[in-house]
């Protein structure tokens, strides 16, 4: 169809799939292939290297936290998700955001993670969460953080995505996106993890490029309070969200818009965080 | 390159280029009941479980399939021998032109296999990648409900 794809590669091991791919030179990684045909860049692929031989589709939580394969799929970590607590509880409705059944059989965890874009759903999440990244190169394995930047982008080319771990601890978190339709990409999105005095709030889609958008103002405010917000906290997290956020315009949404609607995600997630009606 | 998989219980070995899809696969082996359509796997008409599992084949290439068992329309029932779920959607008269039918169908197998005693939000949720232009979406759903249960009724 609209590939000129020439080679298909399965490896059976770790030290296969590192050869295949030679730092990224080789030819590009096939988790479930959700976007493979989908996505523009893709038309000029020769050569896939499909992960499927390779065993990372293990899902355990413990007490030492969450521990996900790279192979999961979306519809298996939603699913697993839900039983996880308040703290993972932003990750199922993330995980399942576009309600295609066949899309989320297919979808990986691996897959979503490394898209360079800022419009993947669970990229805010695994930020809040303070998700680590474990990769694997020829130098051997080793734990990045999530990267929120280019920089953190940077530092994984070349590695396999061999997986993911979300460290235990409490607090609650949530998600909330804005799309035009439900199975759409969102036109904005964002993510909440509180414990106390302790916050991360992330959202995605404020910049043309894969960078999130980490909403110091918001978080600091959420410090200050800790057990004791004021009354008219929605106000005040929505002006400090107002503050963190720039007005990014593109095609589908203006600038204003759509700093507006996700201050308003901001809240949101908030509100379901400290248990409160998500709509006033 | 050759791909062995199992298709609709048979073990079968065919031959495909590398860029080929499980969908033009499919078809060109005289399995045309899986439909092409959006190729992006936005519209269900080409879905085929794949291990039990409902997939778009438009985004499984014919090589992912190398070693699964995969099963289309043709695997479900026959015009002679109709499979209760199919029953349900012709009772139901939730078909018009029938091009996103066996994909309708094949995910309403999944679901029940699943889930045999399917809400109505679960009916909905099995549906959402499945686009109609047709008959719309208020039949599907009933057939859905009531293919369960027959399947129900028919394994007692």
């Not at chain 1, 038309?43 to 589709?57: A, F, R, T």
């Not at chain 1, 939603?78 to 607590?85: K, N, S, T, V």
């Not at chain 1, 734990?143 to 080319?157: C, H, N, V, Y």
């Amino acid at each position: 169809m609209y590939l000129a794809l020439e080679r298909y590669t399965r490896p059976s091991s770790v030290a296969e799939a590192l050869a295949a791919y030679a730092g990224g030179k080789g030819g590009v990684l096939l988790g479930g292939g959700s976007t493979l045909n989908v996505e523009g860049n893709h038309e000029e692929v020769e050569h896939v290297i499909d992960l499927q031989g390779l065993p990372w589709k293990q899902l355990a939580s413990g007490a030492q936290g969450v521990e996900v394969g790279a192979l999961v799929s979306l519809r298996a970590l939603g699913r697993a998700a839900a039983a996880w607590g308040p703290r993972f509880a932003a990750i199922a409705p993330a995980a399942l955001a576009y309600p295609v059944v066949g899309l989320l059989n297919r979808a990986t965890v691996g897959g979503r993670v490394m898209l360079d874009r800022n419009d993947v759903d669970l990229h805010p999440v695994l930020a809040a969460l303070d998700a680590r990244l474990l990769v694997v190169d020829d130098a051997g394995e080793r734990a990045l953080p999530f990267p929120t930047d280019a920089a953190g982008r940077r530092a994984l080319a070349g590695c396999l995505l061999r997986g993911l771990q979300l460290p235990a601890g409490g607090g609650r978190s949530s998600f909330h996106r804005h799309a035009r339709i439900q199975v759409d990409r969102p036109l904005c999105n964002a993510a909440a993890w509180v414990e106390g005095s302790e916050a991360r709030v992330f959202a995605g889609v404020q910049g043309p490029d894969a960078a999130l958008t980490r909403l110091g103002a918001v978080e600091g405010k959420l410090s200050g309070w800790g057990d004791q917000r004021p009354p008219d906290w929605r106000g005040q997290v929505r002006e400090a969200a107002l503050a963190d956020l720039v007005a990014y315009e593109d095609p589908w949404a203006s600038g204003t818009y759509r700093q507006d609607v996700t201050a308003t995600l901001v809240v949101r997630c908030l509100a379901e965080v400290f248990g409160e009606a998500v709509s006033e | 390159m050759r791909s062995e998989l199992e298709v609709n219980g048979a073990r079968v070995a065919w031959e495909h280029e590398p860029h080929e899809f499980l969908t033009e696969v499919l078809r060109r082996e005289g399995l045309k009941g899986t439909k092409r359509g959006c190729e992006s796997g936005d519209c269900g008409a080409c879905a085929v479980l794949l291990d039990g599992e409902e997939v778009p084949s438009c985004l499984v290439l014919a090589a992912q399939a190398h070693g699964h068992a995969v099963e289309t329309i043709e695997g479900v029932g026959s015009f002679e021998a109709p499979h209760p779920i199919q029953e349900a959607f012709l009772d139901a008269t939730a078909i018009q032109c029938g091009y996103c039918t066996p994909g309708m169908v094949l995910a309403t197998k999944a679901l029940l296999a699943e889930t045999p005693n399917p809400t109505e939000a679960d009916a909905r949720a099995c549906l959402a990648g499945h686009l109609c232009r047709c008959t719309g979406y208020v039949k599907p759903i009933q057939a859905v409900l009531s293919a369960a249960q027959r399947c129900q009724a028919g394994a007692q």
